[in-house]
């Protein structure tokens, strides 16, 4: 059996139980209660399964196939599925589950007890506060934050909810308790007191609703719809998850052709 | 004498004072100008006492029972109290003062030459420009950032000033030589340009009056008052100050129960 | 000659070309596919020439005089003038080519393939998205965001271009596609969707014109202008760009003179 590829300064307790073919870098820190699946890469400088303030019976697990890039910082408690990357200075604390594909972009904050489907990605500097819940398939775009206390400070915890397929654009707020529905397209520097509905638009602060996602065509003229970005944007999903979508997408337009 | 918990890869100036019980984690570089209260705790990856680039006579004091967290930078040439807490990769700069029980979250900056208070807390990701000046049992929530210059680039520097209780939600910045008055609240995403009056209620871009904090209810229909949130909000507060608070409410509660 | 001084933690791979008198700190880690200027000084913690996701047949390049603040990540395939300033936490990607003089601060993230000119600088936690263009003597202040795609997520990039002298003050995200003007001032907490002239004041969300940026006096009361900036602030420029810019300020003063 091979054994795992750990950098000679790495520090890694021998109570982790580390799949063989993981990779793990120079001045990296692996503390006792984690588990890492076959093949994944981890970085430098990172610590992996620090412990949480108050100690959590669970592993940190991590998926096979995944990356942890340089100083990321993942806590004991959380269940991260099979290829999982983040980017650079991510933080993960306990209590986070996550399915598969989750991207997690760099400087992001996942602030735990929270839960997130598949395919998600999160790009650059990222704030998921506790009791949030994340669908597949979901874009949270630089600098959007997740909130959690609707008169902060209180004891109160509303965490927010996206479905599904939903965009949320860059330096957008998502107010505490925000329920946002499937496919819906949050514009950039926005603030969401309100639910939004499936497939809607929402701009400002506070956001109000100005068309359909479904209406919004490419900039470059050629009349092609930009929404559901599923029909065209594919770029690192799953081989079947794209062949449901165009389907999808010539089912919807032979409806659309028929019904005129 | 006990003396201090190093680990092997640390760096540690022999000129730092360090108290006995300290612990300093792994590749943590601790530099010479550097004072370590007892009891305090140094993570992993964090380098402390770093020099400032005007080379400071004030060594960086850190206080009894304090907490930093991984990958976190600390200047020489601030004072720090008792029972600091910081997140992940925090920086704070030189001439912070600070006094006792400040929390600071991950990835917030501290830009250095400020004064705060005793009990602040600030949440991950907070910008604090040079010149603020923040009271004590303040609330920065993510994403805030303190400015100081009214004409950007210039050489003025009009930092501004946060009263006592005051909080500030999620991502909002307060503009260069904003006063915000005890209690006050400014909402979410809120641009503040103007002297905010205590216990009041600002929101907006830029943020407009709205109304009296302590008009604020909890959103659970009990018709409790959420602020001032001294009042129902004790988590991690000194006893102490829980109980002056709690007979400030009785008499403020008897005093407008008389009035009726 | 003199060896480049590197401390006997950091792990610097034999391929890297260094030039002597270059300073590598603590835990640093050097990777083959870099160049480093003349007197050049990188802090602890920092990984630099980190592999691309597609590898790049194009080094690193850091040029001399340069200071690399600590935890910073730069990849390789990027070109970096000399001079080069870095905060701590720093990002920069593969194909980023910059001038001489670049200041990125603490937490900055430059998402690569982007062309930035000489003496810009960015403030901390500053979000340059790939396909950006940014001139000479920019400033961005913290938070600022210069996003790329029109319809998230799709393969279209259409990156922002920020000209000369232009200003974009703290929080403010710049839309895809937006020319921002020489001169030109984009208030704080904006979100710019239209283009800017040259020398205009853009406020709020979405940002509108308010004024020339010429037209801004001190706040002291003076009655002396704040813009253009380069006629009053000087701090850490060359002295050969100061003495052109006094010279073009009097110029402009004489023809202001004998219009009355």
């Known amino acids: 059996m091979s054994e795992a590829s750990v950098h000679e300064t790495a520090i890694v307790s021998s109570a982790a139980r580390i799949a063989p073919s993981v990779s793990i870098g120079p001045y990296t820190i692996v503390h006792d209660n984690v588990v890492i699946g076959e093949g994944t890469v981890i970085g430098a400088h990172c610590e992996i399964g620090h412990r949480a303030s108050v100690r959590s019976a669970m592993p940190l697990t991590i998926g096979a196939e995944s990356l942890i890039r340089s100083h990321s910082v993942l806590y004991e408690g959380s269940t991260l ?4 990357v983040t980017g650079h200075h991510v933080t993960i604390r306990e209590g986070t589950v996550a399915g598969i594909g989750l991207q997690v972009g760099t400087l992001s904050d996942i602030q735990g007890d929270c839960v997130i489907g598949d395919y998600t990605r999160m ?3 990222v704030h998921v506060g506790q009791g949030s819940t994340i669908g597949s398939f ?3 775009f630089p600098y959007v934050v997740l909130t959690n206390d609707p008169h902060p400070p209180s004891e109160v915890r509303l965490g927010v909810t996206v479905h599904d397929y939903a965009v949320v654009a860059t330096m957008s707020v998502l107010l505490p308790g925000v329920r946002v529905g499937e496919g819906a397209l949050i514009g950039a520097h926005s603030s969401v007191s309100r639910d939004v509905a499936a497939d ?3 701009v400002g602060s506070p956001a109000k609703f100005v ?3 479904s209406d919004i065509a490419y900039r470059d003229g050629s009349g092609a719809k930009a929404y559901p970005w599923r029909y065209t ?3 690192g999903y799953e081989e079947s998850d794209v062949r449901r979508w165009l389907a999808e997408a010539e089912r ?3 409806s659309s052709t028929s019904d005129t």
């Open 81 to 84: 599925g099979d290829r999982l």
């Open 123 to 125: 790009h650059s500097n």
């Open 138 to 140: 979901v874009w949270l």
């Open 200 to 202: 809607s638009v929402v």
């Open 211 to 213: 068309g359909a996602a």
């Open 233 to 235: 944007f594919h770029r």
């Open 252 to 254: 919807r337009a032979a």
